[in-house]
């Protein structure tokens, strides 16, 4: 379960209906939808979903996003807002600690240290990549998605060797294993 406040709404543009769209692109239990003001809310069940989702949103910068674990009082009903249970309390618990944290992302559930092991990793992660140069974006997005780095420079109109200088910058070595490690967490958590 996922609660997303906007961050500074009051002094910034409605950003909900523009992210809605790309949320619920990936596959969910239930989908986002707005809950209240500038809030949003979705159900997932995949780990590996939900920590690509949350860096999405650490990455824009505009987002709080609290990750919530435990039961889902069943059957889910067709409207995410109208659900409740465990895993919606701990969601609002994580948003509104999210909203005084540095990478703007909490995890809350049942055993506690499990969810802080979880949280910590996701957002030492989000940290990396919320400082990350528009540049060092740019090339980590082009190698991601399969792309050579001969392939991004020419994608780039840069040389390899410029492709390769904001890799090591944006530490794109060390994203893929910190990913890994953050769903691993979330997983063992949600046991």
Do not use: Y
């Amino acid at each position: 379960m996922m609660t997303v406040d906007q961050r500074r709404s009051r002094r910034d543009i409605d950003r909900v209906e523009g992210v809605l769209e790309s949320l619920n692109e990936a596959q969910l239990v239930r989908p986002f939808e707005r809950t209240a003001g500038d809030e949003l809310q979705g159900v997932l069940d995949d780990p590996a979903t939900t920590v690509t989702l949350a860096l999405n949103l650490i990455q824009e910068g505009h987002w709080s996003v609290g990750i919530g674990i435990g039961a889902v009082r069943l059957p889910l009903p067709e409207a995410t807002r109208a659900g409740h249970g465990q895993a919606f309390e701990a969601a609002r618990d994580a948003v509104t600690r999210a909203k005084n944290s540095l990478a703007g992302v909490a995890i809350t559930g049942p055993d506690a240290e499990s969810a802080r092991h979880a949280e910590t990793a996701l957002a030492l992660l989000g940290i990396l990549i919320s400082r990350r140069s528009e540049q060092g974006h740019e090339a980590v997005a082009l190698v991601a998605q399969g792309m050579t780095q001969a392939d991004a420079a020419a994608q780039l109109g840069v040389s390899k060797q410029a492709v390769s200088q904001r890799l090591a910058a944006a530490s794109w070595h060390i994203e893929r294993p910190a990913r890994e490690l953050a769903i691993h967490l979330l997983q063992a958590a949600a046991q």
